[in-house]
Every structure is written in structure tokens, then in C-alpha cells.
């Protein structure tokens, strides 16, 4: 995916010219850092966090098909001081988690092929990494078929940031220490 030159320099939450274009996440507007760099399949964040060295921070990998609703996701992580990789189809969203150690997967559970991947993922009796069922639409049979699969929470959309960063944090945290 491409924003092109259609969008007018906005300014971060600094004030300073970013250039990058606003993600909206319901009545919310926030634009993105500049340490953002975009490419077709996804995106990767980096944030320096004070006192954090980039080795303790937490890894969380999203896996969400619509791209406004994945940097919004991404964006409120890095703030908190994560480092967030998106991923905004299946097949990448797989292979990544499946190549880097995560803490957390963030997976859109009615995005195409969302049951499919975590099925795939946790096939593999040494994958240890938790996923997390986000949606906006959760119905009991879903529940079930993702607990059924081992997913370790379900968070609704539209969630409010205060909610979604201490609980994605929470259960990271959870499993480092199980």
C-alpha cells in the first residue's frame, strides 16, 4: 500500500513535520511518528523509550488487514516503548511470526485466513508465542473456537487506548515470566 504525495505534511504530537498521513480509529485522529517506515506488506516501528535499550523491549507482532487500524495499533505500542511489526495479510503475517521472536500476536480474527493463522501457529508444539484475538465482532462460537485454539485473550474493537496498551502489555509480561 502506497499514501503517495496525495496527503499534505502534517505535524506530529512534537509539533514537528512529518509528512506521513493521520490514522483514524473511530473519533480519534493521531498521525504517525517519523521513524515510520512503510513498505507494501507492512510496517516496521521503531521508538527510542527512555532508559529502554532495544533488546528489553517487548515484541509484538500485529497481524491486521486494514492498514489504518494496523498503525494506529502499532503507533499506541511504540509509545509505550515496544517495538510493533505489522503485518497486513496471512501469508506474511506467518512467516514473520514464524521467524522472529514476538511476545505477543495481535491477529484480526475475521480478517481472511485469521483462524487459519493461528491454527497454523500453534500446530507447532514449540510455538510459545500468545495470541490475542482482536475484532469488532465476537460471537460465542467464535470465542469458543479461538479458546479451542489457545488464544489468550479476545479484545473488542473499538477499544479505548487506556484499555488496549495495558492489556497487550499485561499478558506479554505474563507469559515472559510463565
Not at 517519523?34 to 515484541?59: C, D, F, I, P, W
Not at 511504540?78 to 511470526?97: D, F, P, S, V
Not at 473456537?145 to 499478558?171: T, Y
Request: charged share 20%; aromatic share 8%.
Amino acid at each position: 500500500m502506497s499514501y503517495g504525495d496525495s496527503f499534505a505534511p502534517i505535524s506530529d504530537l512534537s509539533g514537528k513535520v512529518t509528512g506521513q498521513p493521520p490514522v483514524v480509529f473511530g473519533d480519534t485522529k493521531q498521525s504517525l511518528c517519523n521513524e515510520t517506515q512503510s513498505s507494501e506488506l507492512g510496517v516496521q516501528h521503531s521508538a527510542h523509550y527512555l532508559g529502554r535499550s532495544m533488546a528489553e523491549k517487548t515484541k509484538i507482532l500485529i497481524i491486521e488487514d486494514e492498514p489504518g487500524v494496523s498503525l494506529m495499533m502499532a503507533y499506541l505500542l511504540t509509545q509505550a516503548g515496544c517495538e510493533a511489526q505489522t503485518a497486513w495479510n496471512a501469508e506474511r503475517g506467518i512467516k514473520l511470526a514464524q521467524t522472529r521472536g514476538f511476545d505477543l500476536i495481535a491477529l484480526e480474527m475475521n480478517m481472511p485466513g485469521g483462524f487459519e493463522i493461528c491454527s497454523s501457529l500453534k500446530e507447532n508444539p514449540f510455538f510459545q508465542t500468545p495470541i490475542v484475538f482482536v475484532s469488532n465482532n465476537f460471537c460465542e462460537d467464535d470465542v469458543q473456537r479461538g479458546r479451542n485454539l489457545g488464544v489468550a485473550d479476545f479484545i473488542q474493537k473499538p477499544f479505548e487506548a487506556s484499555d488496549f496498551v495495558p492489556r497487550i502489555l499485561s499478558l506479554a509480561k505474563e507469559t515472559a515470566t510463565a
